[in-house]
């Protein structure tokens, strides 16, 4: 089975200040890991995948996550917060079973962007 | 290219309905799945399917939901008999394998609420 803990239901910074949001997984197989935002009453939408290779990815909008297998973590920054980035955010993971590749995500992290 | 549609948008019932939730797949997808959005909470997987099949519906509810992607049309969710506690937002997404490719393309959602 896997599971995906966020920490931080909700997380407030400063304009241009850096954006960390946690997440946490487990999984018995290796994991694809994924961040995605959801804007009020609106769909979700990708902002980056790790499968496989490069530990570092890089995503939509300036975000990128590090996969840290040895700390079973996937967190998600920014640089530099713009107002734009105020979102719900939500991690999350899969593994190709060849079942599919269901997601199971997180409960989600509010992010506010303060003037 | 149109992405995931669904439909309707919101969609409110009295208790003891039926709910019937519609999504269309991205041109060329022929894997869909469904997922439940509870209100403060993630999203979790109900089922997946390809057309015609039911490959997963380990998420689903034993009674009175069922899903079904026939050869010609959308998908279709369906509740039965619906309960306050089906109040929620329900989300397909699809893509273009079910192994082999990690992404999927997430529609706008449809707002159920149960009065």
């Known amino acids: 089975a896997q599971s995906v803990t966020q920490l931080g239901s909700h997380v407030s910074v400063s304009e241009g200040a850096l954006v960390l949001l946690r997440c946490n997984y487990s999984s018995s197989v290796p994991p694809y890991l994924f961040w995605y935002v959801q804007y009020p009453n609106q769909g979700l939408q990708l902002l980056l995948k790790y499968t496989t290779g490069a530990t570092l990815v890089k995503g939509i909008n300036g975000f990128e996550a590090e996969f840290k297998k040895s700390e079973t973590s996937f967190h998600l920054t920014k640089p530099s917060a713009h107002m734009s980035d105020a979102a719900e955010y939500f991690c999350?993971?899969?593994?190709?079973?060849?079942?599919?590749?269901?997601?199971?995500f997180g409960t989600g992290t509010q992010l506010k962007v303060e003037l | 290219n149109a992405g995931v549609m669904q439909n309707p948008r919101h969609l409110v019932r009295r208790r003891g309905q039926e709910a019937r939730l519609r999504c269309s797949p991205m041109k060329g997808h022929s894997h869909v799945y469904w997922y439940r959005q509870l209100p403060e909470e993630g999203l979790k997987f109900m089922v997946y399917?390809?057309?015609?099949?039911?490959?997963?519906e380990s998420g689903m509810p034993k009674e009175r939901f069922s899903a079904e992607f026939p050869k010609e049309g959308p998908s279709i969710l369906r509740i039965q008999q619906v309960v306050r506690g089906d109040s929620a937002a329900y989300f397909c997404a699809s893509s273009s394998t079910g192994t082999g490719t990690y992404e999927q393309y997430f529609g706008p959602g449809t707002r159920l609420t149960v009065t």
């Open positions: 399917l390809q057309k015609e099949n039911i490959i997963d």
């Open positions: 999350a993971v899969s593994s190709n079973t060849g079942g599919g590749n269901k997601l199971t």
